[in-house]
Every structure is written in C-alpha cells, then in structure tokens.
C-alpha cells in the first residue's frame, strides 16, 4: 500500500485536491486535522494537557476547547505555538500511526490494492515525513493565499503571516517533494493537473 502525504501551504487548496483525489478507486483518505480535533476534544488526553498549558480561558460555553481563542493566544507569540505543537503532535503522530496500521492490515485481508492520502498541513515542520511513502505539495504564490484566507475564513495578510510564522517557506517545501501541484491555476486547470499526475503516482504503489 502505497501511503502519500499531502501538504502545502495555508490557503494553497490542499483540501480542493484532496477532495479531487478522494474519488478515485482505491484511495483510502486521512486528515491529521481532523485528528487533532478528536486529540483535543473534552476527555481525551490532549484536552486536559491543553487546557492545563493554556488554561480555561481557551474553553467555550460547552467547555470545549476554542480552536479561535486557542489560535489567538498562540498565533500571537511563538513560543505560546512551540508549547502547543509539543503537545499536540506526539498524539497527533500516534493516530496516525495507528489508522496506518488499521488501514493496511484491513487492506491486505482484502487483497485490494490501495493508495493512503493523508492531508497533513505540517508534514515537514511536525517531523512526520517518516510516515509517508511519498509527498505531494499543493503549491500557489503567497497573494493566492492571501486572497484564499480573506474569502474563506475572514484573516487578513497579518493574520496569514502569524499562522505561518513557524512553518517551512512554501518554495523549500516544493523542493523537498516528490509530486507538486501548481494551485495559482482555475479549479479546472488544477483538477486536470491532478487527473495527469496520478497515474505516475500510483505506479509506484
């Protein structure tokens, strides 16, 4: 089972490619977002250390961890985001790893030949390239994601530019992969760029 990381960019449209990709025979799909959501969901071990490092002030009214109010706190000073990040990726990684194994054993009773994508934003900052067979980037110039983040979430240039404070320069991370998808293009162009490059990725599974 071939397993491909996918990553980029904030705003660079990995979720849009990742949602292209998904349709396509034999993917099994991931998303370590959505993992570090259950990690820090109320009565997993992720919330009580959270909240612990950061205190009540990040929870809603349903006592809940507020992804804004923690964002807010750590976005705004580095070593507030190391702390989190020390936190949250072990955990992070060991779901990963887990869902891998899962997905693999149950893949191999059923003799079917499959792909794993895995959306992972911080794939090269959070050390888990290891935990991929290969890497696709998902990659656009620093206005498409300027623009991508003011119509999807509301953040302006400044509020982009804390977020990626501690990530890997998206060029270097073009360099390192082994797929690249160029997103500066229309949903069309970059749906067909995604249709060419996938037979040359799956060949190698």
Avoid at 107 to 127: D, F, M, N, R, W
Avoid at 191 to 196: G, I, K, L, S
């Amino acid at each position: 089972m071939l397993v491909l990381g996918l990553t980029g960019g904030i705003g660079s449209g990995k979720s849009f490619v990742m949602e292209i990709i998904s349709h396509y025979e034999g993917v099994v799909t991931l998303s370590a977002d959505r993992i570090t959501r259950f990690v820090l969901q109320k009565g997993q071990v992720g919330y009580s250390e959270v909240v612990n490092a950061f205190g009540e002030e990040i929870l809603s009214e349903d006592q809940e961890i507020d992804r804004k109010r923690l964002g807010g706190l750590v976005f705004e000073d580095r070593h507030k985001l190391l702390d989190l990040e020390k936190l949250v990726h072990p955990l992070v990684r060991e779901h990963l790893k887990k869902n891998i194994c899962e997905i693999e054993e149950s893949q191999e009773s059923e003799e079917k030949k499959t792909c794993l994508v895995i959306e992972i934003p911080l794939l090269y900052e959070a050390g888990f390239e290891d935990l991929v067979d290969k890497v696709l980037v998902v990659a656009c110039t620093e206005d498409k994601q300027f623009e991508r983040c003011y119509k999807r979430d509301g953040l302006s240039e400044k509020d982009v530019r804390q977020r990626t404070i501690r990530q890997m320069p998206l060029r270097e991370k073009v360099a390192k992969a082994d797929f690249v998808i160029d997103n500066n293009l229309s949903m069309d162009q970059t749906r067909r760029q995604v249709e060419d490059l996938w037979p040359n990725i799956i060949k190698i599974g």
